[in-house]
């Protein structure tokens, strides 16, 4: 009986969190609001480190070692070199304590930065911070200069790195010299 009303609950709980159920209010043109988060490194990365050198990629995710949110995490590690190949740096982030999230960048082999935001200050600078108190599945790009260039909240968790370099082309944004 534990069994699977605890299934019910993991099951409900991934439903409610895979949907964009709050649309953000920030818009494209928008200054993007600054943040400076702990990633599953240890380092903390903020904003404006990144203005005038790298557009940023900020995949907010509901939970960490959640069905959608691994399949997601995987489509980055595995495609991430095609991320790469553009002048651009790339997180995912979410509301979850940072040791929660140190042991989901352990189990799935990220090879990038996740970085946690356990006050869900910067989720709600975001306004992606959902009902169920943890973060929709909403994908920000940023320019150089911080302005907000697209907010795309139809993330395919499978396709999400592919989906990614996508629109990197669309917004035009420069390849990679460094490589």
């Not at 920030?26 to 005038?52: C, E, H, S």
């Not at 509901?62 to 997180?91: D, Q, V, W």
């Not at 982030?93 to 970085?115: C, E, H, Q, Y």
């Amino acid at each position: 009986m534990m069994k699977t009303t605890s299934k019910i609950v993991c099951t409900l709980l991934a439903v409610f969190t895979s949907f964009s159920v709050l649309a953000t209010d920030l818009k494209v043109g928008d200054q993007a609001p600054n943040f400076k988060l702990q990633a599953t490194n240890g380092d903390y990365y903020q904003l404006t480190d990144y203005n005038g050198k790298q557009v940023v990629v900020l995949a907010w995710y509901p939970m960490a070692n959640t069905r959608g949110c691994t399949f997601e995490c995987k489509s980055l590690i595995e495609k991430g070199h095609l991320i790469r190949e553009y002048n651009t740096i790339y997180f995912m982030a979410s509301v979850d304590p940072l040791d929660d999230n140190r042991d989901f960048a352990k189990k799935t082999g990220a090879d990038f930065p996740m970085l946690s935001d356990p006050s869900k200050q910067t989720a709600k600078a975001y306004d992606v911070l959902n009902i169920m108190r943890v973060a929709s599945r909403v994908t920000f790009y940023i320019s150089k200069e911080g302005k907000i260039l697209k907010i795309d909240d139809d993330i395919n968790p499978k396709t999400a790195a592919e989906d990614i370099v996508k629109h990197l082309k669309e917004l035009n944004v420069e390849p990679n010299l460094s490589k």
